[in-house]
């Protein structure tokens, strides 16, 4: 009873919003008073609960309204000022997120039906573009090194807050290939700031799991603002990792999941009710508001930069044979006579290929493809040969040997004349990626990079194009010469348990459970 009052009065939002738990609250009270406990029934009373829906409330936006380039720069706040005024931003953000919207980003895998969420999502990714593009609007090299020291400046007094999720963001910011490739920028940074900034950025490095991060975290006491998106990454990673339940009949909560969900998530449930340590102008706050609202996308941002500091070009005589009018196109390189290729590494990415081919298709998961498989393959390759030409030995199923025997035969018979072209989607990852293009991380917490459906390859999006030319072996073989397109794959899913239902009562001492309920 102790638990379950303590829980209606440190978390009212919850009973009031949540209308699946408010139901189960009332059938507790209903079985309480039927077993004649009527005095502890009368204790549960969540018809009084104070209305919360006006912290859900968000500001409307007019989707049609024509987009306008603005010029808030607000030059005339000092970093402090700035630092205090973005943290009670980010303050105010957190607060609208309830229980419900981390559970429904970790049961779903991504913000599906929930806008508080999304919101401060954008918010985070608006720090970041805004960062880039208040560096980038300055025409020289020595202004823009100005205005990156003076975020620096910012991101120090950000940490000071213990504001780090502002502070992610804008490392992030500063850290994006967009920032990160103007040499004639950072030459004229001085020695102090870039030594800062290199603390500042091993802070909030994804080195060790965010060891540093999380060690700081530890030691900080009062105000502070997490980054969201370690703990989300945290969430996502306990639920997938534990079940839910240590028996199969559902009658014991899995306890170590439960504690190590209760820790991340109690961090979390303190920050609203965290006095911020500074103050702000309402109107400033409102500007500021609309200043990190972007539209801009990473690939203008990037384009902006290459204008400010072209790509270097090597000096090459007209008279040289490497010098070309213009280069090729893609169809004429993919059909261009190549070098013959390295067999060790044409195996290596037709192993890859098979290996995911498998993954996806082998629905028994017994190692084998039959008939009905392969046909849902062709859909997918519509170029790809008969059942027969694959399966050598003719026993009605084709195993990973014989698939990966087909196509090294076929890439010897082609001749290197393979194309390769991927298919990219959106991805985000749990741990640090390297894009396969430039070599350097896929930097940010909500920042999506891109990855391949069929080989996995992984890249930024300024590199997307690149990597289509300069990785002849990422995309799989091609058939009959021509270029094969990695085409997204038609999964039929395993039977899964049902979604369980949403209650708070697994932060709830194992010992202490209400009838008829289900975790997470």
């Not at 030691?219 to 199969?248: E, I, Q």
């Not at 195993?399 to 991805?427: C, I, N, P, Q, W």
């Not at 991380?441 to 590199?463: D, F, M, N, P, T």
Request: hydrophobic share 40%.
């Amino acid at each position: 009873m102790c638990p379950a009052l303590y829980w209606i009065s440190a978390f009212p939002a919850e009973f009031d919003l949540n209308q699946d738990l408010a139901q189960q609250i009332k059938e507790l009270k209903a079985a309480l008073a039927q077993d004649g406990n009527r005095r502890h029934s009368n204790l549960i009373d969540i018809e009084n609960v104070p209305r919360q829906q006006w912290r859900r409330q968000l500001t409307q936006r007019n989707p049609a309204a024509p987009k306008r380039k603005t010029s808030l720069l607000l030059d005339h706040l000092e970093p402090p000022e700035l630092a205090a005024h973005l943290t009670l931003l980010e303050h105010r953000a957190f607060g609208r997120i309830l229980f419900q919207d981390y559970h429904s980003f970790v049961t779903h895998g991504a913000t599906v039906d929930n806008p508080v969420l999304e919101r401060f999502i954008a918010l985070f990714n608006g720090v970041s573009r805004w960062v880039q593009l208040l560096v980038l609007s300055q025409p020289s090299a020595p202004q823009r090194a100005r205005v990156l020291a003076r975020f620096v400046c910012v991101a120090q007094h950000l940490l000071e807050l213990q504001n780090f999720n502002t502070l992610m963001a804008m490392v992030g910011g500063l850290s994006h290939s967009s920032i990160s490739r103007l040499k004639e920028t950072h030459a004229h940074v001085g020695s102090e700031t870039t030594k800062l900034w290199e603390s500042l950025t091993a802070l909030v490095s994804s080195e060790g799991n965010y060891g540093q991060y999380r060690r700081h975290l530890s030691r900080s006491v009062g105000f502070r603002l997490p980054a969201l998106g370690v703990h989300l990454k945290d969430l996502v990673a306990v639920h997938l990792a534990l079940p839910d339940w240590r028996d199969a009949a559902h009658t014991r909560p899995h306890a170590p999941k439960m504690r190590q969900l209760f820790a991340i998530l109690d961090q979390l449930a303190l920050v609203p009710g965290l006095q911020p340590p500074c103050t702000a102008d309402p109107d400033l706050l409102n500007l500021l508001a609309v200043s990190l609202d972007q539209y801009q996308t990473d690939d203008e941002i990037y384009q902006l930069s290459l204008q400010r500091e072209p790509r270097s070009k090597s000096a090459v005589s007209p008279s040289s044979p490497t010098c070309t009018a213009r280069p090729p196109d893609l169809d004429e390189w993919a059909l261009a006579a190549k070098p013959k290729p390295d067999p060790a590494l044409v195996r290596e990415h037709i192993e890859k290929m098979v290996e995911s081919v498998f993954r996806n298709f082998d629905v028994d998961g017994d190692g084998r493809i039959s008939q009905a498989e392969f046909s849902i393959i062709r859909s997918n390759f519509p170029h790809l040969c008969q059942f027969g030409d694959v399966d050598e030995n003719q026993d009605g199923w084709i195993t990973r040997d014989e698939m990966v025997s087909y196509f090294l035969k076929f890439s010897a018979d082609v001749d290197g004349r393979m194309g390769f072209v991927h298919t990219f989607a959106e991805s985000s990852f749990l741990r640090p990626v390297a894009c396969r293009h430039c070599k350097s991380l896929i930097l940010g917490i909500y920042k999506q990079g891109l990855k391949c459906r069929a080989c996995g390859v992984s890249c930024h999006r300024q590199c997307r194009d690149r990597l289509h030319v300069e990785d002849p072996g990422g995309g799989g073989p091609g058939f009959g010469g021509r270029r094969l397109r990695c085409a997204p794959l038609t999964r039929r899913r395993r039977s899964s348990s049902p979604p369980a239902r949403t209650l708070i009562f697994l932060l709830l001492p194992p010992h202490w459970r209400p009838p008829s309920t289900k975790p997470w």
